[in-house]
């Protein structure tokens, strides 16, 4: 679980990942995971909707193939949990896996064009995930944009299979 210092009351300064939910990882997938935590600790805005504030630590995790948003005060009350269904990221989940598989050879290989090519189709294929989630959740958890982002990365690391 990684922490930060409670800046505002509608903002997470804790993030875990279920490790049960997690597939066998990649180092390239551990710095995404690492990477989305830390910068997702960082800066955010997070709100569950109808809740008088936080701040807040969110636990995500997968249960019965949903994802499982525990969401608690950062002492730990209980605020909701959300059970979220992953049909709507099947797809843009396994094109997003291949396109980066395919970023991840062209950086070895060592290819500028290729990987500046890759990389924006990657961030585009990204950027739709994120919109997706929005989307999912609004009824449920208000999240700007650069959240939803680092949320959608972190869905990523729990779809993994490794």
């Known amino acids: 679980m990684t922490t930060a210092k409670p800046a505002n009351r509608k903002r997470l300064?804790?993030?875990s990942l279920d490790e049960r939910s997690i597939g066998r990882s990649n180092r390239n997938i551990e710095n995404e995971r690492a990477v989305a935590i830390k910068d997702l600790i960082a800066a955010n805005s997070f709100a569950p909707v109808g809740h008088r504030g936080g701040p807040y630590a969110l636990h995500l995790g997968m249960k019965d193939n949903r994802l499982l948003l525990d969401i608690r005060l950062?002492?730990?009350e209980p605020v909701i949990a959300h059970l979220l269904?992953?049909?709507?990221?099947k797809r843009i989940v396994k094109d997003y896996f291949l396109i980066c598989d395919s970023y991840y050879a062209a950086?070895?290989?060592?290819?500028?064009g290729r990987v500046e090519a890759i990389d924006m189709g990657r961030r585009s294929l990204h950027d739709e995930g994120s919109r997706i989630l929005q989307e999912a959740i609004k009824t449920k958890v208000r999240v700007d944009f650069a959240t939803a982002r680092r949320l959608f990365t972190l869905i990523c690391v729990l779809h993994w299979k490794g």
């Open 13 to 15: 300064v804790a993030v």
């Open 74 to 76: 950062a002492d730990g």
């Open 85 to 89: 269904s992953l049909s709507p990221f």
């Open 107 to 112: 950086v070895r290989a060592a290819v500028p």
